[in-house]
């Protein structure tokens, strides 16, 4: 199947800092890619949609200016978390469509955030 | 409005069958998709039907009636690495992905 890679797998910060995760589809090309955050013990939450050469959607109560999404290649979007706080602190997975299988979505390994 | 029901725990025997429903409802309908995510980990795919019947992989098979907005997850042979949750994701009008809240599965020796 597909591979999506995300990195870093993890990361800590302090609070106030940014970071960036990095979404790579390694042999398809993804015109559309979609970022998720789950709590523990919860399912997946769509925080937005990534489409390559234009402005992500974000989704209903996700702040864009907090959450940067960049989608500049056919291969790559990143996710930016400004100013972190401790409730920031989640798993934040990535997922890129199947242009082959229209409906299909491969999901990257993930990257655990702690902000202290 | 959409809507996806999935029972929220299930425990099974080693070596048994267990099957995970799934009933959705919808206005607009382009697939459903399985999904099993160890804890900690991404999902990962295990199956896609969009029109109705049975789609049998290995020891794993999948169900899908729209007419009755139901789906199930078959799971036979239960290993104990099967423990995990199943995530039931329904494929919308627009081709976004509609996430059921999961199913954790807890295998017994």
């Known amino acids: 199947g597909a591979v999506v890679s995300q990195h870093p797998s993890w990361v800590i910060c302090k609070s106030g800092t940014s970071v960036k995760i990095e979404c790579r589809s390694l042999?398809?090309?993804?015109?559309?890619m979609f970022w998720y955050r789950q709590f523990p013990k919860q399912s997946l939450m769509l925080m937005a949609t990534?489409?390559?050469?234009?402005?992500?959607?974000?989704e209903q109560g996700v702040e864009k200016d907090k959450f940067l999404i960049n989608h500049a290649s056919l291969t790559l979007s990143t996710l930016t978390v400004t100013s972190a706080h401790p409730e920031d602190s989640s798993f934040y997975i990535c997922?890129?469509?199947?242009?082959?299988?229209?409906?299909?979505?491969?999901f990257g390994p993930g990257t655990r955030l702690t902000v202290l | 409005g959409q809507n996806i029901d999935q029972p929220t725990e299930m425990t099974a025997t080693e070596g048994a069958i267990v099957q995970i429903n799934c009933t959705y409802q919808?206005?607009?309908?382009?697939?459903l998709f399985w999904y099993q995510q160890h804890a900690g980990e991404a999902p990962t795919f295990l199956s896609y039907?969009?029109l109705d019947g049975l789609e049998e992989k290995g020891r794993f098979s999948s169900f899908l009636s729209r007419s009755k907005g139901y789906s199930y997850l078959l799971l036979k042979e239960l290993q104990m690495k099967d423990s995990a949750s199943y995530l039931c994701?329904?494929?919308?009008?627009?081709?976004?992905?509609?996430w059921g809240a999961g199913t954790k599965l807890i295998i017994k020796p």
């Open positions: 997922s890129a469509r199947d242009p082959g299988l229209e409906t299909a979505q491969y």
């Open positions: 042999d398809f090309q993804a015109t559309t």
């Open positions: 990534s489409n390559e050469g234009s402005k992500a959607t974000y």
């Open positions: 919808t206005s607009g309908f382009n697939g």
């Open positions: 039907n969009v």
């Open positions: 994701a329904l494929v919308d009008s627009n081709y976004q992905l509609i």
